[in-house]
């Protein structure tokens, strides 16, 4: 059975969307409001008041694009959100370090290890999970926490370093989480030679990217080649594959249906569509991305 749904991260107590227009949105993570460029957000603002509160304004110029600041907004601070902690830095390109649309899919991903985790009660081999194009570890800790062995892949020193932070945040230090810092494609190509094996595969591929040494990333060159081999690494009783997509061109269909051809050898369903945040003011709802996620019946 296939599903086209709508995702839906309503506001929390130290996260919340305001308000959204002009191709720009209004976000609050914990004390502090922050304002940034979201060409989704089509149309009008609803309270240009509330948007001169502001703490932290992101601009572009022709030449340069930088945060403007209160002096009272320090470099990071944590935040909780879907029942995890994260630590808040904005970035040069804007980010903040979490992606909140994602609250439901680690829900989901929760749901589905610990499901196994009941079945496969007395077994002492746990769940394990490959996710590639980790950045900062939001679905890395939501695998942890719901008891899973995590193997957490990205090409940036950086944003690996900042999901240790996470994690420690969230207090999961003691959990089976494994760094690489590597190219998605030559790791899983290694582990396709190792013979390893995962019982789910949590997949975020940029549109465009490099690796851990430069190794150039092109989601119309690539994806395909990358989804044929995380193939190849999936346990012979596969519990779920989650795809995420942002800056593409591809539609929530589109995926779905590579996921449908992907895993047509395997009981189970496919449900697809889009990634959105409510306003917590009026109930408008901003598209941030499309996801097709695959679960065992």
């Known amino acids: 059975m296939t599903q086209i749904v709508t995702l839906i991260t309503e506001g929390e107590k130290d996260y919340e969307l305001l308000d959204s227009g002009s191709e720009e949105k209004l976000e609050r993570y914990g004390d502090f409001l922050l304002a940034r460029p979201d060409p989704q957000a089509l149309w009008q603002k609803h309270d240009e008041k509330e948007w001169a509160h502001a703490h932290g304004v992101f601009t572009r110029g022709s030449m340069s694009a930088s945060w403007k600041m209160s002096p009272n907004v320090p470099a990071s601070w944590q935040i909780q959100l879907g029942g995890l902690n994260f630590i808040i830095s ?12 994602q609250v439901s899919n680690w829900k989901w991903i929760g749901e589905q290890i610990a499901r196994a985790t009941v079945a496969r009660a007395g077994a002492t081999k746990k769940v394990s999970v490959l996710n590639l194009f980790g950045y900062t570890g939001g679905a890395t800790l939501a695998c942890a926490k719901a008891g899973a062995e995590v193997t957490h892949v990205d090409g940036s020193k950086s944003a690996i370093a900042w999901t240790k932070e996470n994690v420690r945040a969230s207090g999961l230090e003691e959990k089976p ?17 190792r013979g390893k094996k995962y019982d789910g595969i949590i997949m975020d591929p940029p549109a465009f990217g490099h690796g851990a040494k430069k190794e150039l ?30 800056a593409s061109s591809y539609s929530a269909v589109a995926y779905r249906n590579i996921l449908q051809d992907l895993m047509k050898n395997f009981a189970g369903n496919v449900e697809a569509g889009e990634l959105t945040i409510r306003e917590s003011k009026n109930g408008r709802l901003l598209p941030c991305g499309i996801f097709a996620r695959w679960s065992k019946k």
């Open 90 to 101: 904005p970035t040069a390109f804007k980010h903040t370090g979490v992606f909140p649309e």
């Open 177 to 193: 989480i494994r760094f690489m810092l590597d190219d998605a494609r030559k790791f899983v190509a290694r582990e396709i030679k």
């Open 217 to 246: 990333w092109k989601i119309e060159e690539h994806l395909q080649e990358l989804l044929s081999m995380c193939k190849q690494v999936l346990s012979d009783d596969p519990l779920f594959f989650l795809l995420n997509g942002y």
